[in-house]
T-cell receptor, first 113, second 109 residues
């Protein structure tokens, strides 16, 4: 198994600012992912964070809005840029420790005012 | 593309059995997961099926039929603490998870 931590756990931000969310895994993992979960809804994959190369974004998500870093096999960051109230959501980091072992961090609850 | 369907809400009685269904259409299949998510918390892993059949783990069982694109999660001897959302997710050939909309289960006394 893997233990995944995220910082911050929650934040309230003003429109137009940016927030960087950090994700730390307690072991080296091949694949790390970022998801968004809007209130009352399921998880939507934002992107796959690739170590040593650019992230792979899903349809509807772009690098300028959600830049991602993956400097090593245990750490990744997601930045939510130029925020608007529509970005209010829970952002979850996830990691694969094996083919059928995917674990989630506790999430970052973001409110944009 | 990928399409994963599950009921939005279900209600069941404490002590009873409930079955949550999930149907999927995906390009590439590398397994199906069930997660439990309590309000305000992260999803926690319940089960993984990649071969047809039933996997039993305590009060929870999960079934998969790949030919039918169908899975279900069976919860026995329901407890109040089982009230949560249950998420069906399919792992595609690229090892990326796509989630269904989730089923909110309410267990009543």
């Amino acid at each position: 198994s893997a233990v995944i931590s995220q910082k911050p756990s929650r934040d309230i931000c003003q429109r137009g600012t940016s927030l960087t969310i950090q994700c730390q895994v307690d072991s080296q993992v091949t694949m790390m992912f970022w998801y968004r979960q809007q209130p009352g809804q399921s998880l939507t994959l934002i992107a796959t964070a690739n170590q040593g190369s650019e992230a792979t974004y899903e349809s509807g998500f772009v690098i300028d809005k959600f830049p991602i870093s993956r400097p090593n096999l245990t750490f990744s960051t997601l930045t939510v840029s130029n925020m608007s109230p529509e970005d209010s959501s829970i952002y979850l980091c996830s990691a694969n420790t094996g083919v059928h072992e995917q674990y989630f961090g506790p999430g970052t609850r973001l409110t944009v005012t | 593309g990928q399409n994963i369907d599950q009921p939005t809400e279900m209600t069941a009685t404490e002590g009873a059995i409930v079955q949550i269904n999930c149907t999927y259409q995906t390009s590439g299949f590398n397994g199906l997961f069930w997660y439990q998510q309590h309000a305000g918390e992260a999803p926690t892993f319940l089960s993984y099926n990649v071969l047809d059949g039933l996997e039993e783990k305590g009060r929870f069982s999960s079934f998969l039929s790949r030919s039918k694109g169908y899975s279900y999660l069976l919860l026995k001897e329901l407890q109040m603490k089982d009230s949560a959302s249950y998420l069906c997710a399919v792992l595609n050939a690229g090892n990326m998870l796509t989630f269904g909309g989730g089923t909110r289960l309410m267990v009543k006394p």
